[in-house]
């Protein structure tokens, strides 16, 4: 932000003009600014200042005047298996190795094809900008479908590069995985939108030698390591059997402790594990709905928070949450972090928004580009409507976003400059061809 | 519902016929319906019976046919302070004690008169009916300015004679409140849709004395008894310093325990308790966002479904929520159930289902009234769209409704047969009543 002084005499072209009743930059934290504007030029932000400065400083090609909105930095998805939205509420009220067992493996195996990644991504990403995500950390087959459809939307991706030591439609063996992942990443290059992180499944499903094989190729690229991680009990009395060791406990010996690493779910944590994250930088992706919905138990937020231990949030796939909502995950996390620890000041409002934007995008090695307002970084974007009826009266924009409103009150959103929904609707595809998609493989899956 | 055999030769005249992709009846349990249509015949269900038997046995006035959504009964929010939605978002991330002492008793001392309750129940009274609810079962001041609100807007309300040992704007001592709840349930006897409890606060603000009142009446009168119990440890403690017994002992000790007690809340509850209030049939309103935000803890759902002890589903008031919705509660209550007790087979979504309608019926002693499909029931009923795009596909209708869809997706609300929300709005206000009413009590209560 600008000091309020010399206003250049010659106006700024810029692209953008955002003008709200609210801005939450996020960065600096806990702040809430009114009369303010947001000014974007090309894909990135400008300048955040008052607004009366706002308009001397700058000629914007096109202003948007949000009254009664709030304008905030796009939300992260930090976990999800977009493809999945195609089996949302396929199984229900099961635990995780029944549901993946019985259930979801038997239809992946069944239908998991590049047609039906690139059907299940286009569904998701449409529902994920509609609520105000900018940007999603994928885990799935087939990614290069997966990069299509987010394409298409115009969403960031972080898209993994998956491994699991059993075959599929999409890959022989952990050297295949590896391999055909590469080489998609080597041909996204030029994506300013698509990144890439490594992705072994679990422990439960990844060997040592696959592990190591990953851990080094880490340091090499420079890019995340998103695997499952202590999600369950099960698994990590399997590891015990198996190793010796609890699973965070063989992954250091493996070499993939470190400021690369995200550990999804993260449900079942001895304090000395949560240290052991927080000294080695470690990331968590937080995932209270899924957690919640397989039976896994509750994450120890409360102590993740008091650690320093960053986190974010994310949605899982849509067959165990069963919606890709930030604002679920939102609301679930603030609440269940104070209701888990008897604590109501744990997790506030603020605290949540800075974990679905900038703990997603440190996490992701992103947070010089986005997560935060600062200028500089690109201009991924949300508004969300705080003055419709039902949600009245408003006191405090930063606890209306977490603890009232939902995606429906989400009226744009914005990547890297760009409208990528507005009305309700994505800009990029219409809301028959999305419907005519879903049809489609409900019927396959039922038939 | 019929046999399909012997149509009446006279088709038999009926007000209206709703023809919906799905219905969920209730009772019996767990079952969904296609290619049903329910009959109401002034304010009662007469029939539910198959599509084209209903088109020849019937001659109705109107007809609505809800391709793409599911019908089921009205829900039942079973606590909350509907006034309180004028504090919405008032104070947050505050644990009980001082939410209620810093923040929200002085806030009501100022300003809790008969203007503030006829206003914040319009309020609540417009955004429940939005999200399907048809019943709410209410706790506060000056009962007569809810009536009225409630219904303006059209809905079945148990309000509460509440009681409390200290003085407010409303009453001066215990003697004074029950005299007065009990005045205005005289003047209100010839409201079809209204009744009333006994509502005493909670253990910590009633004394012994007024609760023997309170069960001789409640015997008397045969209404329920509406209490907070068990929701913090701190409530615990105190009453053990103070009376030597936890809370539920005390109130058995004092005659309140049986089939006319709904224990509010009921977070922190022993094995034994459970069991007792299992066996002297009392009821149990759970509020799981309430409960979380306020750092109370987490109800030992899994046990108390086990038990057989009965339980529905409340919002609680709009100041620790931060919203009076039951979708939320649903989605809440399922998957809170499940990671608690790491069994995601607890609380599935029929058995959801049932909670937040039969099951809080149930607790109001309304049940022969409310809470299923039941030819001779009263026609509280809503519709809720499946057919959206952002929520495709869906194999089920019972999961989506708790996993997936949300208050937005709710088309129409009826109660005893009348229309009461359509298209999103209310059909007895206009929305620039309901902002307006909003924004002069946002002035009044910031200024």
């Known amino acids: 932000m600008k000091p309020p002084s010399a206003p250049a005499a010659v106006p700024e072209d810029i692209d953008l003009l955002i003008r709200p009743e609210w801005i939450i930059p996020i960065e600096p934290a806990g702040v809430t600014l009114s009369g303010h504007a ?52 396929y199984a ?69 590069i998956v491994v699991i030591e059993f075959p599929t439609r999409y890959a022989a063996d952990a050297d295949d995985y590896l391999a055909k992942g590469l080489a998609i990443r080597d041909a996204s290059k030029d994506d300013p939108l698509l990144s890439f992180c490594l992705a072994p499944h679990a422990p439960y499903t990844v060997a040592d030698k696959t592990f190591r094989t990953i851990a080094t190729l880490a340091g090499q690229l420079e890019i995340p390591v998103h695997v499952h991680l202590h999600e369950t009990s099960h698994e990590i009395e399997e590891s015990l059997k198996q190793h010796g060791v609890r699973p965070i406990e063989r992954l250091r010996r493996l070499g993939l402790l470190g400021p690369q690493l995200i550990a999804v779910h993260a449900v079942h944590l001895e304090a000395t594990e949560i240290d052991l994250l927080a000294r080695e930088a470690c990331h968590v ?64 409002a603020h605290r949540t928004l800075e974990a679905a934007t900038l703990g997603g995008a440190r996490a992701l090695g992103l947070d010089r580009r986005i997560g935060s307002l600062l200028p500089g970084k690109a201009a991924d974007l949300c508004a969300v409507r705080l003055d419709e009826w039902l949600i009245q009266p408003c006191f405090d924009p930063a606890s209306h976003l977490v603890y009232v409103a939902g995606r429906e009150q989400v009226t744009h959103t914005w990547v890297e400059g760009k409208l990528v929904m507005s009305n309700g609707v994505p800009a990029q595809i219409s809301i028959s061809e999305l419907l005519d998609v879903a049809g489609l493989w409900h019927t396959r899956l039922t038939s």
């Open 38 to 89: 947001l000014a974007v030029r090309g894909e990135r932000i400008v300048a955040l200042l008052p607004d009366e400065e706002a308009l001397q400083r700058f000629r914007p090609q096109q202003t948007v005047d949000l009254p009664g909105q709030v304008l905030l930095p796009g939300l992260v998805n930090l976990h999800t298996h977009a493809a999945m939205s195609l089996l949302r509420g």
């Open 92 to 160: 229900d009220d099961l635990p995780l190795m029944r549901w993946l067992g019985e259930r979801i493996w038997p239809a992946e195996s069944r239908h998991a094809g590049p047609d039906f990644v690139r059907a299940g991504t286009l569904l998701a990403c449409a529902e994920m900008v509609r609520g105000g995500i900018t940007t999603f950390n994928d885990m799935y087959f087939f990614p290069d479908a997966a990069a299509e459809a987010a394409r298409r939307i115009g969403m960031r991706a972080v898209l993994g």
């Open 285 to 348: 992706a937080h995932c209270p709905s899924s957690n919640l919905k397989l039976g896994s138990g509750i994450a120890p937020m409360s102590a993740i928070q008091s650690r320093g231990l960053n986190f974010g949030l994310g949605t899982d796939g849509a067959a165990s949450n069963n919606r890709l909502d930030l604002f679920h995950e939102m609301r679930h996390a603030a609440l269940l972090a104070k209701g888990a620890s008897q604590d109501a000041e744990v997790l506030d």
